[in-house]
């Protein structure tokens, strides 16, 4: 699972997440805080000829640290520069990784729950995967209308977002078809465009859109092998 920092703030379902043993990767605002060391949850003693009623409530022994103030102590050594994933015309994408076990607290068990860690190469690539899970919300905004319903209960909700979702299956599914068969590059609005005009929805012919199709494609197939990239 990959998530941004609006539900990586929120530990209780970081520890359902851990308790169900579901891998995520969450991003997490950098003012959040974090303990390097095991803590336990004591109730604070009451400083004397202080205001204030007594404490009733059990806290961390420890400080908590924020991650923008751990990140900002780290050594380059402690960094790993790594290849994440190609970008849309081929080239590598790098970033730096770093990774280590910490806590933070569980509000279900009022305890502190331990984030173990995973191989800097396997937090990458689940890091990495959120870009194509973007990629397809924006492509189905945009080309599908997965934003665009008007509905009075969560059943219609729900099947506008199904019809959405098989119409980028099928798409895909061509996407991937046409490649592999033909090594022809198509992208989501050209699959629609083809559509529209297989149905008679549109004044253009289906030999006019191929024409414009294969007018964007390399000329050269092993050029087009290595810089094309079929994101689904």
Known sequence: MCFDAFYGRDSHLLCSLIKMGLPFVADVPDNIGIWLEPFQMRVPLKVANTPGRKPIYAKPNRESVSIRRYADSLKKKYWKWMKIRHQSKGRLLFAWFHSREIYIYNPITQKRQLLPGATLRQLAYMQCKRFFIEKSFREAKKELGLNQYQTRSAQSWHKHMAMVMLGQLFINTQKTFCYSSEKLW???????????????????????????????QPPDYKKLKKLLFIRI
């Open 186 to 216: 198509l992208t989501t609005q050209d699959t629609i465009l083809l559509v529209r005009s297989v149905l008679k929805m549109t004044l253009r012919t289906v030999t006019q859109f191929m024409g414009t199709i294969l007018a964007k």
